[in-house]
């Protein structure tokens, strides 16, 4: 319904309109509560992100200890360990949008809505920079929303990033501010303790190296998994030094696969930070990840199968196989990973680094101040 809602221009005009209009008219007798805070992550289907982890940084903070930190969750009962929780697209949660002083997500709290509390200070952390073309500047996949995007601070960690987030937006420069995302910190602080505890927990023998195999979404494939793997050949060419963990995009609908010796999937594992953490390889394509992931200066290789009808379908911002080893052909990108030397630095990685990622690892504390600054 909801998919189907989106893609309508006449459906979307009555839900954007009626709900609008009725969440604006609660809006005249619902009074700002100067001590809450709303949290959503992915629409209310995760506990994750960069909203996570300014969620816990605030539980510890003596700034905010006085202050009602709630989450709203399509299915509140998957996540008992968040106290405050609410279900999204009902009265109460809107009722709590409206009066929260701040909402913190990284990609909307509206449900594609047109409304925003009298005094709400809206923090928009992202989910990650973009290859692929999004918002106004996506190709056939133009969504029907109407909703415009009120962000009071929308984060970023590099001049690139910026410029696309004004370009998806279409927010004032001032408004999106270089500080880093919460999410990536761990990235730049974690422990070989950490990664050693987060290997175990994923069952990466110790004499294995790990490839994180994480592909974006196609829109052509009505937000269902495309897994086009031949794991046979993965099996193949990587089995007798590497297992494979494969993540699927956290907005897909998808199987579950049965594990073994070589294969693990770790798409329901939440916290995607850590599975960056424990891999010592990534396999991707154009997906937001890689920016987080050449954070650590880790190998990275691109699976781009379906290069042409990805750019003529939705776009892409500019030519990711040529900043990145890349292959259209599964075999031959598969001899690329089993090769690789590490011996080396994979200097690739680094140089796209400093490209476009230049502020991370004090994304939090960054955060948090710039939100206390705006809410105290």
Known sequence: MKNLIKKSKFLY???????????????LFVRTDNKLILF????????????????????????YKDYKLVWGFVDPKKFPEVENKIRIDTIKYYKTALRARCWVTNVMVERALNFKGKHTYYFFTTHGVLVKCDG????????????????????????YEKMICGRLFQI??????????????ILVHYTEEYRKELRKKLGIPENKKAVLYAPTYREEKSLRETFNMDIEKWRKYLSKDYVLLYRAHPI?????????????DVTKYEVVEDLMIAADLLVSDYSGIIFDYCIMHKPIYLWTYDYDAYQENRGLYFDIRKELPSSGDEEEMLKMVAAHDWSKTPEVVVEFQKKYETVFGSGTENSLNDIWENIK
């Open 13 to 27: 005009f009555i839900y954007y309109h009626v709900l609008s209009l009725f969440v604006n008219f609660l809006k």
């Open 40 to 63: 959503v992550s992915y629409g209310g289907r995760h506990y994750s992100d960069s909203p996570r982890v300014i969620y816990e940084a605030m539980l510890k903070d003596e700034r």
């Open 136 to 159: 106004p500047d996506l190709k056939k996949y133009k969504f029907s929303s109407k909703a415009k995007m009120k962000y009071d601070c929308c984060l970023a960690q590099s001049e």
């Open 172 to 185: 004032p420069p001032e408004k999106i501010k270089i500080l880093g995302f919460p999410k990536d910190d």
């Open 252 to 264: 897909v609908s998808y199987s579950d696969k049965k594990d073994d010796d070589f294969f693990i």
